[in-house]
């Protein structure tokens, strides 16, 4: 393996490790604590501006370095005819799923956040914080199954 290719597939595994890491942790330690009433919506609300900038910073770089390996590792036959490919085509489209929930669901944060209200955001953010954390798993999974075939 190059030292090109060895930096891409790091590039992409550090991103989506820290993408996916921190959609669970808002899941499952932000909102409870928010839906529970405790803390307050300033720093919150810097919080889920922190995971934007993940979110988005991820999305590109995942989406650049993973079609950057798509393109040289499998090539449009591969990505077709293949499980394999299956499984990467499937990756990219579980990407854009979880875009759209964290998106959404920040939006929906924010929206409170800025209105100084903590539990209602939360408890309307929940269900798409919840999907985006079946969307990451799905993905961790995906890629475990790509590495072991």
């Known amino acids: 393996m190059s ?16 993408w996916t890491g921190s959609v669970v942790f808002v899941a499952i330690a932000v909102l409870p604590t ?12 810097t919080m889920i ?13 995942l989406f650049l370095t993973g079609g950057h390996l798509a393109a040289t590792q499998y090539g449009a036959s591969g990505l077709t005819g ?8 499937a990756m990219l489209v579980l990407w854009f799923v979880l875009a759209g929930l964290v998106e959404v669901g920040s ?24 999907g985006a954390t079946v969307v990451a798993v799905l993905l961790l999974l995906d890629a475990g199954i790509i590495l072991g075939i």
């Open 3 to 18: 030292e090109l290719l060895a930096g891409i597939y790091a590039v992409h595994m550090t991103f989506a490790a820290l």
């Open 34 to 45: 928010a839906m529970d009433g405790e803390g307050s919506p300033a720093p919150l609300s």
């Open 49 to 61: 501006g922190k995971l934007k900038l993940i979110s988005r910073t991820s999305a590109l770089l």
């Open 82 to 89: 293949t499980f394999r490919g299956y499984l990467v085509v």
């Open 107 to 130: 939006s929906k944060l924010t929206d409170g956040f800025d209105q100084q209200k903590l539990r209602e955001p939360a408890r309307n953010a929940r269900p798409f914080f919840l």
